[in-house]
């Protein structure tokens, strides 16, 4: 009980800190068991993209050079998909899709735009060969538990399998789904059940990153 107390109060001071720093400082900040302890508490605070972002990190001037190529990689990502939401946190990259802009209703089928969409993303990702990306499908509370879990699981995997046939190696996914479980808005209104239908993509740095990262082989383009 006391270290979680220790790791949760560790937490709110990085967190605390973070605000003032810009994205790139961020990374440097979090160190690696601080980050996979401020990731677990985040993951369970219905967030687990932002989770295995932080908890990715691996901090010190390592993280700092990890940080300024996501902060390349980001605004690559926001010039090329304009209309889904693009966060630089930590080490990372989060992006949320709103399903309405991917998906007809009840359904895992790409639309055309979200193909054009997400054709798009993937020549960043070619671009920016050295990170992992895990795919998250999430819904709103309408329909029943397990038909909502298995919607979520179908998106998620519907982006990460078009997202390979574009050439982005399939090593680099992870795939999760969690229905229902993980709104990021109280499900009272058709507003905020609009912004709970989503997939949202967790970017970090590879092993490999992480290393030339660190041995300072990192070069700019990465």
């Known amino acids: 009980m006391k270290k979680s107390i220790l790791y949760i109060s560790f937490a709110a001071l990085v967190i605390c800190s973070c605000k003032s720093f810009n994205n790139t400082q961020k990374g440097t900040a979090i160190g690696a068991g601080a980050g996979a302890a401020i990731g677990a508490i985040i993951a369970g605070k219905n967030n687990t ?31 090329a998909i304009p209309d889904a939401q693009v966060d630089r946190v930590g080490e990372g990259i989060n992006v949320t899709f709103n399903s309405a802009l991917l998906f007809k209703i009840n359904s895992s089928a790409l639309s055309d735009s979200a193909k054009a969409s997400l054709d798009k993303i993937a020549k ?14 999430h819904t709103d509370d309408t329909g029943t538990d397990a038909y909502n879990m298995a919607l979520s699981e179908k998106r998620a995997n519907s982006v990460a399998d078009y997202l ?37 993509l967790a970017i970090v740095a590879n092993n490999q990153m992480k290393k030339d990262a660190e041995d300072g082989s990192l070069n700019g383009s990465n």
């Open 49 to 79: 993209a932002l989770g295995a972002i932080i908890g990715a990190a691996v901090g010190g001037a390592g993280g700092y050079v990890i940080g300024h190529s996501m902060d390349k990689q980001a605004k690559a990502i926001k010039q």
């Open 124 to 137: 960043v990702f070619i671009d920016y060969p050295q990170t992992d990306i895990l795919v998250e499908g």
């Open 164 to 200: 390979e046939t574009k050439g982005v190696d399939k090593s680099r996914f992870t795939v999760k789904w969690y229905g229902e479980t993980q709104p990021k808005y109280p499900n009272t209104s058709e507003a905020n059940r609009i912004l709970n239908r989503r997939v949202e």
